[in-house]
């Protein structure tokens, strides 16, 4: 049984390209949690999708960010007109069904975006 | 909203010793989970330990225990007899039954084990 998979692992973009960072959930698994680490910082909650609906983007930033997670496919994390300050390791999660106060959330192996 | 802090940037440790990371949460939210990862420095998020707010006794998961003070709101990880490859970064992070449904997470502590 395969865990969470993220492609690329890692990816190089110059400022004002777009980044699309893939995650496919575990098998089953139809809730997907992206989450970002910046240098030196914890992660931060991003957005919390189901498939073909998105739940919760609170935490991620209104311009240039998008997500989507389809019913055929992997969860998409895309970056349009990347600036430096977008370089993180960016982490995807997937759970059965909506996390609750019990261990739920499997992380995959993260993507680390350098913007140049 | 809630919050995980973590006070200590860095720790060493002896080798063979054990080694407490502190932990301390904010949550007026009666039912939540705890949870630690380490972060080797490949970077992925390896799950240790979990501690739900209603767990009357300590999580242990081998070498790893969670010191769970819910009246303190602290919730520490404790790593007995430590070993060369536990050095990496230690994050706490916090998951509430209600509202969001996603970990809050601390700015983590880095350790050393020292030979």
């Known amino acids: 049984n395969a865990g969470v998979m993220q492609n690329p692992r890692h990816l190089v973009r110059r400022r004002g390209q777009e980044a699309r960072l893939r995650c496919s959930p575990m098998k089953g698994h139809s809730h997907v949690y992206w989450y970002r680490q910046l240098p030196e910082e914890g992660l931060k909650f991003m957005v919390y999708l189901q498939k073909e609906n998105i739940i919760d983007e609170s935490g991620m930033p209104k311009e240039r960010f998008s997500a989507e997670f389809p019913k055929e496919g992997p969860s998409i994390l895309r970056i349009q007109q990347v600036v430096r300050g977008d370089s993180a390791a960016y982490f995807c999660?997937?759970?059965?069904?909506?996390?609750?106060?019990?261990?739920?959330?499997?992380f995959g192996p993260g993507t680390r975006l350098t913007v140049l | 909203a809630q919050k995980i802090t973590q006070t200590q940037p860095g720790m060493f440790v002896q080798e063979k010793e054990a080694v407490t990371l502190d932990c301390t949460y904010d949550t007026s939210d009666q039912s939540y989970g705890l949870f630690w990862y380490k972060q080797p420095s490949s970077g992925e998020m390896i799950f240790l330990i979990y501690?739900?707010?209603?767990?009357?006794q300590n999580a242990t998961e081998g070498r790893y225990s969670l010191n769970f003070q819910k009246a303190r709101k602290s919730a520490n990880l404790v790593i007995s007899a430590s070993q060369l490859g536990d050095s990496a970064m230690y994050f706490c992070?916090?998951?509430?039954?209600?509202?969001?449904?996603?970990?809050?997470f601390g700015s983590g502590t880095r350790l050393q084990v020292q030979p």
């Open positions: 992070a916090m998951i509430m039954d209600t509202g969001r449904r996603a970990l809050t």
């Open positions: 999660a997937s759970s059965p069904r909506a996390s609750a106060s019990y261990n739920e959330q499997f």
């Open positions: 501690q739900g707010s209603y767990d009357e």
